[in-house]
């Protein structure tokens, strides 16, 4: 197993635009805490922000890009810090280098200025396709020139953190050797308003772990670091900040937006990095924790760090009085600070602090002081959903720790053992199976609704949407049909998230004018909240991971899923893909050209309107080590790749998939197209048809489920039951019943040319 | 004061999308939170957002909740006292 390194760092956030600012603050104990300058809120006067101080224009002039594109300020943000931190590393456009970003609310920043223009006017149409939370890890990896996997985590708060988690996990399980890993977040009235629901806006400066806290400031930046292997980055003499040596995400499991008493899912958080990077907790010599400043984080958080650290409770402080809570940014911003304080034997001052929390008498530092022993800094980073997580930065040594030399790559096949499915077809039950197809009278597809009272208790069901509702029924579905009861992780993906609760918060902010808010719609529109609830009903606390890069959401998910049972970290997870469409989603949408706006009384795949037939759908999927009685096929890989050049450049990508699986094209039973009746991009798949896949047998699935982002994940249910059952649902007519068996099953989709990507299962 | 707890009865069961709950379901005197009808904190939340926008009482500190909302009777004194 490879050792991970810092080789490369870049950030902006209002205390400073790169490294060397944002240190100088620190030490000087300069905040960048200010009134609302830039942001154009009512709020305004009322809110103390963390804001950078660059307007939008000036924003485009300092990342260096053509101001005639559509641009967010968090794609912006993102795209200056990604630059510094490559630079710094000296990284070029290698195509091996994978990049990891973290948002909350993507392309919010925009979408809140042209909403209503989305809905009407042709006007600032070209801001619908940046409103997605994958979009300025595309616009990152389009300026930065990264030509390897890309995919973005959203699970709140601690959404970039986790982002470096999975980025070093990717380098340490040898697929890839390199890592752009951070987040960024821009300051947006959706989220200031959000926070302002939930009375947690503090209205002077915040003052994290004082007795006399009364909330958060909200901020806004980005970070990123570049991670290479460590014996690579010391053959090519490498300056070399820390090394990532421990990390974990754990749940809560007890509420969506408050910690436990005791501070259950960051103990388990702190405690599993620990364990990941085999050290005491008195090794650690500095935590920068979460420390928000509202009442329940420090109470609860300051409970969990006593009892893990109990009397060798190391220096610590929060830094959120400088730079303020940056959300999907703050784990990145933090671990910046971190290797800061690692480099420079230094912990920062928690400014604002006076008096100590009676209930747990700890005191965080308040004074620059100097570090004794700088070996090994650990950072908290906690979100709505109860996901919490922890990284541990270290010195490096060049002695390396057997234990760690010892684990060593594995290849543990993993098994489908259990899968659940709501579609806009009569999927639920397992008993049958694609016999009959529903017949549909509008012009997008939508779920058969099963009954909800059967799964979900109805004092939690009246605060869920559709998408939480069928992704709780699918999951409960999978699990019974594995014949488990809590998994060993939740790993989930969606491209676009929970839109009816995000539409009905924009919508009621922008037509009461930022006042008389609620915070159901709000709390309920997190990316994370399908696995948040399916944690916090099965009170579960283990890992939890949701993927929100467009259709890449699932197979991120389900590489993440592969990844963690060969790491040995679950035996049984739970994967699901999920994406839910609305009324005023579908309508958007159509405005630019993606959806259909007709309904096809004829054939789909023959139709000649513009765009896709949208849909919409959960699936959920238990993995396992272990093939067990009632396994349906065995997941072979998952590949992802951005933007190809040709059409020749995809059939090569396929080629090469199948020989990294020791197979050829003939070797494959079933091939599954991402069809979806938009001739100009169904075109890909008649190439392949007509090249690679000339003698393959082929069926398509969009006609069943619509286009949606996680549609892959019905696409993999199909290839699973059609292995398991050795058959082809009967209307697929002519294709059903091949004559051999169905042992290799492919999956090919592609989102408008830009997202590709391959699934293989087998018997 | 009986007239308004049965008005805050139906603004109740719609604020917080009680789906199963009649207006008769609710005793004018049982907790809100906890162990009578089982709501939490976000509900609170709702709750003062009601009061502004159906008898324009603003609470400043989410903690003064815990007392108006005690039931639905206490709510209905708190409008009384505080309603201009």
Redesign the interface.
């Known amino acids: 197993m490879s050792r991970v390194v810092v080789t490369g760092i870049g950030i902006i956030s209002s205390i400073g635009n790169n490294l060397e600012e944002t240190h100088n603050s620190l030490i000087k104990k300069k905040t960048g805490i200010s009134g609302i300058d830039i942001l154009d809120t009512k709020h305004r006067g009322e809110f103390l922000v963390g804001e950078i101080k660059l307007t939008h224009e000036e924003l485009i002039k300092l990342a260096k890009v053509d101001k005639s594109q559509a641009w967010t300020r968090t794609a912006l943000l993102g795209i200056i810090a990604a630059k510094q931190a490559m630079a710094d590393s000296k990284i070029e456009n290698e195509t091996n280098l994978a990049l990891v970003s973290a948002s909350t609310v993507g392309g919010m920043d925009r979408s809140e200025l042209y909403y209503k223009d989305f809905l009407t006017e042709a006007k600032n149409h070209r801001f619908i396709d940046s409103h997605h939370a994958g979009n300025s890890t595309e616009m990152i990896a389009e300026q930065c020139g990264i030509g390897g996997l890309i995919t973005t985590i959203s699970t709140a708060c601690s959404s970039s953190l986790n982002s470096i988690m999975f980025g070093a996990r990717l380098i340490r399980s040898g697929n890839t050797s390199c890592a752009v890993v951070g987040g960024t977040d821009a300051l947006s009235r959706f989220t200031l308003n959000g926070f302002n ?3 947690i806006l503090d209205k002077g400066h915040c003052r994290p772990f004082d007795a006399t806290r009364t909330g958060l400031n909200l901020g806004e930046g980005a970070a990123y670091l570049v991670l290479e292997e460590y014996e690579s980055a010391i053959a090519s003499g490498k300056k070399i900040y820390a090394e990532v040596s421990g990390y974990a995400n754990a749940n809560d499991a007890f ?4 910690s436990s008493e005791d501070g259950d899912g960051p103990y388990l958080a702190m405690k599993n990095a620990l364990d990941i990077a085999q050290l005491k907790p008195s090794d650690i010599s500095y935590i920068n924790v979460h420390g928000t400043g509202t009442d329940n984080n420090d109470l609860t958080e300051g409970k969990a760090l006593i009892r893990l650290f109990a009397k060798d409770l190391p220096p610590f402080s929060s830094t959120k009085a400088y730079t303020g809570h940056t959300l999907g940014a703050a784990g990145v911003i933090e671990s910046v600070i971190s290797i800061i304080s690692l480099n420079n034997k230094i912990a920062p001052p928690n400014i604002n602090f006076k008096n100590v929390i009676e209930e747990i008498g700890i005191k965080p530092t308040n004074e620059l002081i100097e570090l004794e022993k700088p070996d090994h800094v650990l950072t908290n980073s906690f979100g709505f959903g109860g996901n919490d997580s922890s990284v541990i930065f270290s010195a490096v040594k060049q002695v390396i720790p057997e234990s760690v030399m010892a684990s060593s790559l594995t290849d543990i096949p993993v098994y489908i053992v259990g899968l659940g499915c709501v579609s806009p077809q009569d999927t639920v039950s397992r008993d049958t199976f694609l016999e009959d197809i529903m017949e549909v009278d509008s012009t997008f597809l939508q779920i058969q609704k099963p009954n909800y009272r059967d799964y979900i208790d ?2 939690q ?3 869920m949407s559709k998408i939480v509702r069928m992704g709780i029924v699918s999951a409960k579905e999978a699990m019974k049909d594995a014949g488990i009861d809590n998994p060993d992780a939740i790993i989930t993906g969606t491209g676009m998230g929970c839109q009816i609760d995000t539409e009905k918060f924009l919508n009621s902010m922008i037509d009461n004018d930022e006042g ?5 719609s709000f ?1 309920q529109s997190t990316h994370n909240t399908v696995g948040g609830s399916i944690a916090l009903g099965n009170h579960n606390h283990n890992y939890n991971l949701t993927y929100v890069h467009r259709t890449f959401s699932f197979e991120s998910a389900l590489l993440d899923s592969m990844m963690l049972l060969n790491e040995k970290k679950a035996n049984e997870l739970l994967l699901g893909g999920f994406d839910e469409i609305t009324d005023e989603s579908w309508l958007i949408k159509t405005k630019i050209g993606h959806y259909k706006t007709e309904k096809i009384t004829g054939d789909l795949f023959k139709d000649d309107q513009i765009g896709a037939r949208a849909g919409e759908g959960s699936s959920f999927f238990v993995l396992s080590d272990k093939k067990t009685d009632n396994a349906y096929a065995k997941v072979l890989g998952v590949e992802m790749f951005f933007r190809p050049e040709s059409a020749k450049a995809v059939q090569d990508k396929i080629t090469i998939f199948l020989s990294k699986h020791e197979l050829l094209v003939e070797d494959i039973d079933l091939v599954i197209l991402g069809n979806n009746g938009d001739t100009e991009f169904d075109r890909n798949y008649q190439e392949l048809e007509q090249s690679i896949l000339k003698e393959s047998n082929t069926i398509n699935y969009k006609h069943l489920c619509g286009e949606y982002d996680t549609s892959s994940a019905f696409a993999t249910w199909m290839a699973a039951r059609i292995i398991k059952e050795n058959k082809i649902p009967v209307s697929f007519g002519a294709k059903s019943n091949p004559s051999q068996l169905i042992g290799k099953v492919l999956i090919y989709n592609h989102f408008r040319n830009i997202n590709h990507s391959l699934i293989l299962l087998s018997k | 004061m009986e007239e308004l707890i049965e008005k805050l009865k139906v603004q109740l069961i719609e ?6 709950m009649e207006p008769e379901d609710i005793d004018a005197d049982e907790p809100l939170f906890g162990t009578g009808l ?1 709501l ?3 509900d609170a ?2 709750l ?2 009601l009061l ?2 159906e008898y324009g009482i603003k609470i400043q500190n ?1 903690k003064d909740g815990q007392k108006v909302f005690f039931s639905l009777r206490t709510m209905a004194e708190f409008i009384k006292e505080n309603q201009k």
């Open positions: 629901t939930l009375m509420h969506q937006t408050a109805p004092k069901l009246r605060r008389l808010l609620t915070p159901t709390i | 604020q917080l999308n009680l789906e199963d089982g939490d904190s976000i939340l709702e003062i957002v502004e926008k989410p």
